[in-house]
């Protein structure tokens, strides 16, 4: 079951307010997954982590999965350690971590832009 994300919701970023509010990540084009469908589909032992980038300066943390051919699985890690899972079409992911990435407190830990 997922629920489009659209409210105002503390991530725990110490920030308070929407995910979208910490990520330039388009409201719309995500949608608010549940912590068991997303724990499901980024812990399988065929799931694989394509992207990892961390912010240093909150300890946040995002990790990009493939679930199908069109649409991937974002997993927020939270300064505390929550995670937060949505899905994200493919055509509109690249550029929003093409944006995540020219902010300089976001840095790339692991993997690449490339297969995504």
């Known amino acids: 079951m997922s629920s489009r994300e659209s409210g105002s919701v503390d991530g725990g970023s110490g920030r308070g307010g ?11 084009a995500i949608e608010s997954l549940s912590w068991a469908l997303g724990t499901r589909v980024t812990r399988e032992d065929d799931a ?15 990790a990009v999965f ?8 974002v997993r927020f ?14 055509v509109d992911l690249r550029s929003m971590l093409i944006d995540l990435l020219d902010q300089p407190e976001w840095e790339l830990d692991r993997g690449g832009l490339d297969p995504i």
Do not use: I
């Open 18 to 28: 929407h995910l979208a509010d910490v990520l330039p990540m388009d409201r719309t």
């Open 48 to 62: 694989t982590c394509l992207l990892e980038v961390s912010d240093r300066s909150t300890a946040s943390a995002l």
């Open 66 to 73: 493939e679930a199908t051919e069109y649409t991937y699985v």
């Open 77 to 90: 890690r939270t300064p505390v350690g929550r995670e937060k899972f949505f899905g994200v079409a493919a």
